[in-house]
T-cell receptor, first 116, second 118 residues
Framework: GAGVSQSPSNKVTEKGKDVELRCDPI?????LYWYRQSLGQGLEFLIY????????KSGLPSDRFSAERTGGSVSTLTIQRTQQEDSAVYLC??????????????FGSGTRLTVV | AQTVTQSQPEMSVQEAETVTLSCTYD???????LFWYKQPPSRQMILVIR??????QNATENRFSVNFQKAAKSFSLKISDSQLGDTAMYFC???????????????FGTGTLLAVQP
């Protein structure tokens, strides 16, 4: 596609429920990143996928968080047993290569998750 | 670990004036990259300008320029001739240069909310 697409745009869920957030990167982009943006905070790195390599999960805050990327394209971030502190905007970005130092990340518009 | 600090939570500037946003960072790395991203209300992060640490010359993109002081670990953004469309959240970000396919994750500051007043 022309840009990084994220769905849903907004999600309200009850505490304790599971949620799935979807990211559809730009076609051909091999690298995909998930970030979390909490109110008043910068962007917090969560997880990184590069081609067929094992993902870098070092930023996931707890074992309630998991992500997968199917066929090197679409990625799904799953949060189990949601808590109120999970409320944030979840941003996805993709890049043509692992060497994104040219600033060539393209970000989606994010999913605003609200846990009530 | 690398950290990025933006000490100005909010700033305001009159249309057509010049404004400077501050950013400092902490790293022991010698080879890295610095970025300024803009986030309008649409939430999408947009790259404004980038700087390679090995380059002494400050990067410039039209009305946007940076003052990169490597020894002081400072990376400020200057916006000239401010326009209403510049109103947004601005994030400073750091990326360590690595090889071998390791993560090139961006480390972000907490942002500066810039309001351009008519």
């Amino acid at each position: 596609g022309a840009g990084v697409s994220q769905s849903p745009s907004n999600k309200v869920t009850e505490k304790g429920k599971d949620v799935e957030l979807r990211c559809d990167p730009i076609s051909g982009h091999t690298a995909l990143y998930w970030y979390r943006q909490s109110l008043g905070q910068g962007l917090e790195f969560l997880i990184y996928f590069q081609g067929n390599s094992a993902p870098d999960k070092s930023g996931l805050p707890s074992d309630r968080f998991s992500a997968e990327r199917t066929g090197g394209s679409v990625s799904t971030l799953t949060i189990q047993r949601t808590q109120q502190e999970d409320s944030a905007v979840y941003l996805c970005a993709s890049s043509f290569s692992s060497y994104g130092f040219d600033g060539g990340y393209t970000f989606g518009s994010g999913t605003r998750l609200t846990v009530v | 670990a690398q950290t990025v600090t933006q000490s100005q939570p909010e700033m305001s500037v009159q249309e057509a004036e010049t404004v400077t946003l501050s950013c400092t960072y902490d790293t022991s790395e010698n080879n890295y990259y610095l970025f300024w991203y803009k986030q309008p209300p649409s939430r999408q992060m947009i790259l404004v300008i980038r700087q390679e640490a090995y380059k002494q010359q400050n990067a410039t993109e039209n009305r946007f320029s940076v003052n990169f002081q490597k020894a002081a670990k400072s990376f400020s953004l200057k916006i000239s001739d401010s326009q209403l469309g510049d109103t947004a959240m601005y994030f400073c970000a750091f990326m360590k240069h690595v090889g071998g396919g390791a993560t090139n994750k961006l480390i972000f500051g907490t942002g500066t909310l810039l309001a351009v007043q008519p």
